[in-house]
């Protein structure tokens, strides 16, 4: 019995999904891949107030991400 999925993409890329051996495999020359990340644009997303506040009163991943309350001065 053979577990291995392959799905097919645009630009002839093939994944094969291998999941008893927990692989990934994307099959595509690496002039394609460098091409594509050289073509590729990140969006830019403004920070919103509650994001800035987020990041400013949150703990670490470690402590739980709680998110504090700010003291008072």
């Known amino acids: 019995m053979q ?3 392959q799905y097919y993409y645009p630009y002839q890329s093939r994944i094969i999904i291998d999941i008893p051996n ?3 495999t ?3 020359p690496d002039d394609e891949i460098r ?3 050289e073509t590729e644009q ?3 997303k403004e920070r919103t107030p509650a994001l800035a506040r987020y990041a400013a009163l949150v ?3 470690d402590k739980g991400a709680v998110l504090t ?3 008072t001065r």
């Open 3 to 5: 577990y291995t999925n």
């Open 22 to 24: 927990r692989t990934l």
């Open 26 to 28: 994307l099959c595509v």
């Open 35 to 37: 091409r594509r990340l």
């Open 42 to 44: 990140h969006p830019v």
């Open 59 to 61: 703990t670490s991943a």
């Open 69 to 71: 309350c700010p003291e």
